[in-house]
């Protein structure tokens, strides 16, 4: 199975953290490492998955957004990945996304295939509190800095667990997508076609405005198409979780990561491309609220 891994440019070098290659070759796949210099469809055409890895901040102004606290843009590298992301999708091939990944999936998911139910309870922050955790602990990349609470029946195809069970994790974002408000003690698990995955509550523990609110840290989406596409928030390549992978582009364990089967899967018809909703302008991210 070869999976295609878009990776960065400098002035003379085109580059990728090696972790990515070990991991997707650990899982046993071949990776074709992409630059923006190739064409997105004819990738698309000879890869049999994507691989979306994490990286520098995404350009909000695409999304009709002011840049409020997103840092080292590159709009350019932006354009490529979005390109290749709609390239696997009109092919109906596996999207798998990593951090930056996560974001950029939903991000032009959010733009282009999600219902009202999914917009009413999702905000996309450019910044969380509590989360770049790397490097505000001075913790190697492969070190896990917080807890999540995660669906290990979808992530892993572990069908003894089913309900969320509390994992750690490592973390190297200060964006992301918050969920809410929850009502009651249970978490909903999916928003329309949006699947939550994993949630947490790092971030918000002293946020009196988002209390009742969580971090999404996994997804898995069921109308964009028919590719199965799925996200984490967190590293897994540092952390060389390879059955994370394995069960995501294993054909015989893909369904676990879709809700519905077979005939049951509802197809999206991708609304025209309209301008996103535009969340307010944060002052103060989450968790900078005073607390009393």
């Known amino acids: 199975m070869l999976i295609c891994v878009p990776m960065n440019r400098s002035k003379t070098q085109y580059y990728i953290n090696q972790a990515y290659a070990d991991y ?5 796949y071949q990776p ?6 190739h064409d997105p469809l004819v990738l698309a055409d000879a890869c049999d998955g994507l691989l979306l890895p994490g990286g520098i901040d995404i350009d909000p102004i695409f999304y009709d957004e002011e840049n409020i606290r997103s840092y080292s843009v590159e709009p350019e590298k932006d354009d490529f990945e979005r390109a290749l992301l709609h390239a696997f999708v009109d092919r109906g091939k596996p ?41 505000e602990l001075d913790l190697a990349r492969h070190v896990p800095s917080h807890s999540v609470w995660a669906d290990r029946s979808f992530l892993y195809g572990e ?20 969920i809410g408000p929850i009502i009651g003690r249970k978490i909903p ?4 076609g949006l699947v939550l995955t994993a949630t947490t509550i790092c971030g918000l523990e002293d946020s009196k405005k988002l209390g009742n609110h969580r971090v999404a840290e996994a997804v ?25 992978l394995k069960t995501f582009f294993d054909d015989k364990n893909g369904k676990l990561l879709l809700r519905a089967a077979k005939g049951k899967k509802k197809k999206a018809v991708a609304k025209k491309a309209a301008q996103p909703q535009k969340p307010v302008e944060q002052e103060t991210a989450p968790g900078e609220e005073n607390s009393e």
Not at 159 to 172: F, I, R
Not at 227 to 241: G, K, T
């Open 24 to 28: 997707v070759m650990e899982a046993g």
């Open 32 to 37: 074709m490492m992409a630059a923006d210099a």
């Open 95 to 135: 999207i798998f996304g990593i951090c930056r990944g996560f974001q950029l999936i939903l991000r032009e998911y959010f733009r282009i295939v999600a219902s009202e139910e999914v917009w009413k309870s999702c905000t996309y922050y450019q910044h969380i509190n509590g989360h770049s955790l790397a490097n």
């Open 159 to 178: 069908k003894d667990h089913k309900s969320y069970v509390k994992m750690y994790v490592n973390s190297m974002h200060h964006q992301g997508i918050v």
């Open 189 to 192: 698990r999916d928003f329309g």
């Open 220 to 244: 898995a989406i069921d109308d964009w198409g028919d590719s199965r596409i799925a996200a984490v928030q967190w590293h897994p390549e540092e952390l060389r979780d390879v059955k994370l």
